[in-house]
Each structure stands twice: as C-alpha cells, then as structure tokens.
C-alpha cells in the first residue's frame, strides 16, 4: 500500500466515501505524496509524453498565432503571457524564441506561469533560464492586463467528478472501501439541476463527468479576456460535450488500474469542451478544432520541410515521425482538439474558426 493509500483509507474509514475528485486531488496534488507534487513524469524514464515535447514546432506554431492575435488587438502593451501546467518549459521556451522577431512582442509580454507542483516549477526555470518569470499558483493571481494564454494538457489533469444516470436523477460514483481497499461505489439517488441539460441526450446507467476547478478557471480567463482583451489557446484530448467514463490512470507510458497506486500514476480524464465554452462566457470562443487542421492552418508542413533541410539519417527519421505523430488522424491529430477563446466580436487566433 502507498503511504497515500493508507492515509485515504483511513480518511474514508472514519467518514465515508469521498468523490473522485478528492481522490484526484489528493493523487495528484497531495503536498507529500501528489504525483505532480513530487516528480518531473515527463522526464527521462518518465510517465507520458506530451506535444511540446515530440517537437519545437508545436510551441513555435502555437507562439506565432497568439502572437498574430496580439497584433491583430492592436499590440497592447504591457501585456501578460500566461501558461497554465507549463509542465518542463518546453513548450514556452519555444513559443519566446519563434516570436523573438514580432516587432515589440518581447518588450510588452510579462512572463507568468501558473504552477502547482514545486518540482515542476524547478524544471521550468532551469529550461526558460530567465529572470523574469512570475509563478503563480491561480489565474486569479494573475495581474489584471491583456492576457494572451496556452494550456497544453493541463485541464485533463483537473479533478472530475462522475455521474451515473438513474431514471430522472443521478448517483455519484464515488471512492470507498472494500476491507481495506479503495473501490469505486455508488452514492444514493439524488436531483442534479446542474445535470438538466444532460437528461436529454443520456439514458439510464449512462455516465457523466464534470469539472468545478475547470469551469472557475476558465470563468476566470474568459472574464479577462472580455474585459482586458487578449486571447487563449487550450489544447487537449477530449470532446464537445463528453459521454461516459473517461476517467484514466497512466504509468510507465500504459494504462494503469488508477485506485492501485495512489499518487505513483497520472490520473486523468477526456475534457469536455462544450463546458469550458459554456464557462468562459462573455468571453468568446472558436469552433473546435482538431489538432492536426489546427498545425496544418498555421503552416506546420513548411515549418517541417524547413527544418527537415538540415537534417539526415536517424535525426531526419525522427523528425518525420514526430510531425505524423502531432498531426496525423491516427494519432493526436484529431484525438487532440483546439478551443480558442478571444474578447466577443473579435476573430479566434490564426488556425481556428469562429
Ligand atoms: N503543458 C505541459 C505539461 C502537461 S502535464 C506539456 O504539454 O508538456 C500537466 C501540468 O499541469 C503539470 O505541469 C502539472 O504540474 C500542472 N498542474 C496540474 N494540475 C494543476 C493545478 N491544479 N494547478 C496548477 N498546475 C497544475
């Protein structure tokens, strides 16, 4: 048993079952034993990868078009860049070296990175190397400015909670015990006013998910973004208006029983889009876009064929198959989707559409 799981186990022993985002939560964030807590599960020997990491062209891209969005606003300055889990730095660091020739863009940007895990925010200043950058731990402490943002697999890692249909209402599925090990089980019969909309396309026995953290951080963003002006992109697997149970555990790159090892796997669930939409109002939002359109709109093609120039032999080789991995239907290409939010009445950023 991990430390975590005894500690849980006691936890729900004395007062019951606690729901799956307490036990993500506490996976994932617990400040002794939370996965992201403790470790870099991108490094070396690490636990997943991710888009940032396969190639430079994706924090490239991704830097170009809100950089056109903020040119597109008239180039307000100051201004704040933000990412949210900016995970090793990767992804940032290549976002300010593609944008280092949009005239006043590095004069005017005011580095803030929003950041839970302590041994992640190590790894991000030893990558971007700057004396610049601000940690935060919430949007909401972010300075109020124009805020042009990237989230990359960041609102996967946010707590969800389940929903199992059952006739008019709804039963949480919910994390207890079983002697003395964790299980998933189903709390009582209850109203859900908040589930209304989803009476009608589920039927019974179906499940759904939610994400309170998630519709506040996106309430916080898209309330900035109508009033400051700005932008963001926010980039992960999921769909619009997600159906079932997408709840996951990961270790060591495969699939993992995610009640084993407490806080020794990444937990995560699919993000349901329509929700975030919904949430960041008034500001704007983009239609939904799936990854690889997305990279091909703004250009990816020419970006591989510049760099693959100077390469050859196994480098060359490697280049290809990290440019099919980003873009290709097989792969993140489309299980990968682009939401862009922007201030109402305004056009979404390079590779989306309205
Ligand atoms: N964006 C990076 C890393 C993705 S992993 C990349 O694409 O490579 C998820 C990131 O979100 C990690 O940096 C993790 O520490 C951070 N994170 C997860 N939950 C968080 C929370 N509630 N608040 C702040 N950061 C969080």
Not at 89 to 104: I, K
Not at 239 to 253: K, Y
């Amino acid at each position: 048993m991990t430390p975590l799981a005894a500690q849980l186990a006691a936890q729900i022993a004395a007062t019951g079952p606690i729901s799956l985002a307490d036990y993500m939560a506490a996976c994932l964030m617990h400040p002794e034993h939370g996965y992201y807590t403790r470790r870099d599960p991108l490094g070396t020997g690490g636990d997943f990868t991710t888009a940032p990491e396969i190639s430079q062209m994706f924090g490239e891209l991704i830097g170009l078009s809100l950089a056109q969005a903020w040119l597109d606003q008239g180039a307000p300055a100051p201004f704040v860049l933000a990412e949210l889990g900016p995970g090793r730095g990767t992804l940032m660091a290549d976002l300010l070296r593609a944008t280092r020739g949009v005239p006043g863009f590095h004069d005017a940007l005011r580095l803030h990175l929003v950041e839970a895990s302590p041994a992640l925010r190590a790894a991000q200043a030893a990558t971007l190397g700057r004396d610049d950058v601000t940690w935060c731990d919430r949007v909401e402490d972010l300075p109020d400015a124009p805020l042009y943002l990237v989230a990359n697999e960041f609102f996967d890692a946010l707590p969800i909670r389940q929903f199992q249909r059952a006739g008019q209402g709804w039963r949480e599925r919910v994390v207890g015990l079983d002697g003395d090990t964790l299980t998933l089980g189903l709390g009582p019969e209850s109203a859900r006013p908040e589930l209304d909309h989803r009476l009608e396309d589920t039927r019974d026995g179906d499940i759904v998910e939610t994400s309170a953290p998630a519709a506040v951080i996106v309430a916080g963003i898209g309330a900035r973004i109508a009033a400051r002006g700005g932008a963001a992109l926010i980039v992960d697997y999921g769909d619009w208006r997600a159906l079932g149970d997408t709840f996951q555990a990961v270790a060591g790159h495969a699939p993992a029983d995610p009640f084993a090892a407490p806080g020794e796997a990444d937990l995560t669930a699919h993000v349901d889009f329509e929700a975030l939409a919904r949430a960041a109002a008034p500001a704007a939002h983009s239609r939904l876009c799936p990854q690889g359109t997305f990279l091909a709109r703004l250009g990816i093609g020419a970006r591989a064929e510049a760099l693959a120039r100077g390469l050859s032999g196994v480098a060359l080789d490697s280049h290809v198959a990290a440019f099919r991995r980003l873009t290709g239907a097989d792969e993140m290409g489309t299980l990968f989707k682009v939401l862009g939010l922007m201030p109402p009445g305004t056009a979404p950023p390079p590779g989306l559409e309205p």
